[in-house]
């Protein structure tokens, strides 16, 4: 298997992150502009980009669209960013790109040379291109108006709830944030709002009559309500917005994942009235075929093996909820690494009431804690936790899984971690 496309984009991380849109505007002029050639949705917010994304993707393809799907980060390998109608581009497909487009890049000055991301979202585009899709369903990939997903003009713009993240790019304020995330925000367009909290809705709503478009907020236009949970089998809904929609069905857990369908299903509806034919059918088989990793995942059911990508406070909130929901009386045993630049003191104090044992590692990126350090805090804030620093992230896997015990394992912390995990069980599988 060959890795040449990996290793391009890996040296282009030297280029640093630059925030502006000129050159993936430029870079994407000499490819002739493959992302205007077809229609899109754009997805910006803090939690649950990924599972609206997914969602709106897995019913456009029920509808008989081809659907190209741009997501990130990656779990295992960053083919996987890069999707049609749920197959990721083919490794040598993907290796070819990054190719003509490392020669295109050798003719340019060193001031026009793509970050990491920019290269992939070029790569992306073109590929979408190549295979003749007919809508694009892309997520932001940090904020939004200098993100180089934003030169896209979507269809709809969907914006997910808002909250602390990315801090040292997008600002330190939720108003500082809510704007960044605004910017995907075009003239005349439409919007899809999850729910906010007051001061990240004032700023959409702010934005949105500046530029003169029509903004649905989750809450207010449309909304959700749960009539059955069956875990871990299905969660059932009614949605009320432009249309009702009953029994619709899906298979992630957790009232936020009740609300990023709904999100979705409004998208889709919207889609529906501006000429993208989408039948309630369809919605309702790509809601219940939709699955999306790491999000309150089920590895296992004896004892509960849970994993889930939440990696900064909102995230880790969310978790909680979705464990006393559905594992009320349980005491779980966690494995957990996080980044230094997330909010670990808020995540580490958010989990510390909850578990009966709490094993820490890291993950392979110099962006990871040491786990001494987030032991040490939940030992500070509660003196007598069970608490377990293992480094090599392997050895915590098979620690976790071999401790003696009905509890349920939940595994969080970080998207890395996360990858780290499903290659395990992978290698388990086989």
């Known amino acids: 298997m060959s890795n040449l496309g990996h290793t391009y984009l890996e040296q282009l991380t030297d280029f640093g992150i630059k925030l502006g849109l000129d050159k993936i505007k430029f870079l994407l002029s000499k490819l002739g502009n493959p992302h ?9 917010g803090t939690n649950g980009k990924g599972s609206v994304a997914s969602f709106i993707a897995g019913c456009l393809k029920e509808a008989g669209y081809r659907v190209g799907f741009y997501t990130s980060p990656h779990l295992i390998r960053v083919e996987e960013r890069i999707q049609i109608n749920g197959k990721p581009i083919p490794s040598k497909v993907f290796d070819s790109l990054c190719l003509e487009l490392k020669n295109l890049c050798m003719k340019l000055p060193i001031e026009m040379q793509p970050t990491y991301f920019e290269a992939l979202t070029a790569v992306a585009f073109e590929y979408f291109r190549r295979e003749n899709i007919d809508i694009c369903v892309c997520e932001v990939g940090m904020g939004g108006r200098f993100d180089a997903t934003n030169v896209l003009e979507p269809d709809i713009e969907v914006i997910t709830p808002i909250s602390y993240d990315h801090m040292e790019y997008l600002g330190n304020s939720i108003e500082e944030i809510a704007f960044e995330k605004a910017g995907i925000i075009k003239n005349h367009s439409l919007i899809v709002s999850g729910k906010q909290i007051p001061s990240a809705g004032n700023v959409l709503k702010r934005v949105s009559r500046q530029r003169n478009a029509k903004i649905f907020f989750y809450g207010k ?12 089998r299905q969660q059932c809904f009614n949605f009320t917005g432009i249309k009702k929609l009953n029994n619709v069905s899906i298979r992630m857990f957790g009232s936020h994942q009740i609300h990023n369908a709904a999100v979705a299903i409004e998208t889709l509806f919207l889609l529906n009235k501006i000429g993208v034919a989408i039948s309630e059918d369809a919605i309702l088989k790509g809601m219940k075929k939709t699955v999306w990793p790491a999000r309150f995942q089920v590895l296992s059911e004896k004892p509960f093996v849970i994993l889930d990508g939440a990696h900064n406070p909102a995230g880790i909130i969310s978790l909680k909820r979705a464990l006393k929901q559905y594992l009320p009386e ?3 045993i966690f494995l957990i690494a996080i980044l230094k630049d997330k909010n670990w003191e808020s995540m580490v104090k958010i989990l510390s009431s909850t578990g009966k044992k709490f094993i820490f590692t890291q993950v392979n990126t110099p962006r990871s804690l040491l786990p001494s350090t987030l032991s040490s805090k939940m030992k500070e804030l509660v003196p007598d936790a069970d608490v377990e620093t293992i480094e090599n992230p392997s050895h915590a896997i098979e620690k976790l899984l071999s401790i003696r015990s009905d509890e349920p394992r939940v595994i969080c912390g970080s998207l890395y971690l996360a990858g780290d995990v499903l290659k395990a069980f992978r290698k388990k599988l086989r």
């Open 330 to 332: 349980s005491k779980p």
């Open 221 to 232: 236009d449309f909304s959700a309500r749960l009539i059955d949970s069956d875990f871990p």
């Open 36 to 44: 205007r050639k077809y229609r899109s949705v754009l997805i910006a």
